[in-house]
């Protein structure tokens, strides 16, 4: 019988975690939250507590969505899924179940937890959206949310992210959510379920397209997609303007011109709200360091 997250957790057997969210969750050195964590389970179980962070600062759940089918090659016991503060609140809800059965497909015996991010300053309508769905795949919530509302300002220090404090309430919410499921001995979960979106059965296969295998010309990129589906890019942004165009069979279908006015560059993986038929692609950057920064383009669609 396979045993889940929890009950390898309470028996001292190695585990590994993927933390999957946005910058609140984005740091993994000494004093995050991520490693904190770890090491408070390592030190009341004993348990060889591994974790890989993939998540990525800036970026919505459409992000979480795509990380979490990139890494189908590594095995997880947990996914913790710290998303939805970068979100727009119409079709958060379908966005943040993308991850959900993202996981469940990649992972089928991954356990999954939540966070219910204390940068909402309430119990919102994303946070509501969140726990609806959590009750819907029985995922467990991890509530940040009520410990930061009395004493905000004093856990953050540029009104967002959690400072030393406030990591430190992060990794002890978590622990010890894990530890009631741990010690309960909690079981495995099966995530296969109507969705509560439906329109989220179209991010249920994704075929990725590598820069590396695409033709380069110059600023632009050419590429043959075979199946046709919702197109998406995982891309730099770069300080100051920003410009790409999508065009397939000579027809664009896609356009991103922006202003981006921090001092540094960002990855952000997100969907360019077009569908794309089989055939020549093209993608076309506005110039040489934006190109450079292309990674790849992204076809998603309902599974055969």
Known sequence: MKKSFY???RCGEPVRILINGDSISEFSGPGEWPTLLCEALCARYGSSVNFD????GGNASYAGWARALYQKDVR??????????????????????????????????????????????????????????????????????????????????D??????????????????????????????????????????????????????????????????????????????FHTGENSLGVTLGGREIARRDFTWTYNFSQRHILSLNADAAPGEIRVEFGDKQQADGFFGLIVSREAD
């Open 7 to 9: 009950q390898k957790l």
């Open 53 to 56: 962070n993939v998540s990525m």
């Open 76 to 157: 997880y016991d947990l996914m913790i899924n710290g998303y939805g503060q970068n979100d727009a609140e119409d079709g958060f809800s379908e966005a943040y179940e993308s991850i959900i059965r993202a996981a469940a497909k990649t992972w089928p015996d991954c356990c999954q937890l939540s966070i219910l991010e204390s940068a909402q300053r309430g119990y919102s309508k994303k946070i509501q959206d969140i726990q609806a769905l959590a009750a819907h795949y029985g995922i467990p919530t991890a509530d940040t949310i009520a410990p930061f509302l009395p004493v905000y300002d004093t856990l953050t220090d």
């Open 159 to 236: 009104g967002c992210h959690p400072n030393a404090k406030g990591k430190r309430i992060y990794a002890s919410v978590i622990a010890d959510l894990i530890s009631s499921l741990a010690d309960a001995g909690t079981g495995l979960t099966s995530y296969d379920k109507e969705p509560l979106n439906p329109g989220v059965k179209a991010l249920d296969s994704m075929t990725f397209i590598p820069a590396r295998l695409c033709a380069r010309d110059g600023n632009a990129f050419t590429a043959a997609v075979e199946a046709g589906g919702r197109l998406g890019i995982d891309y730099y």
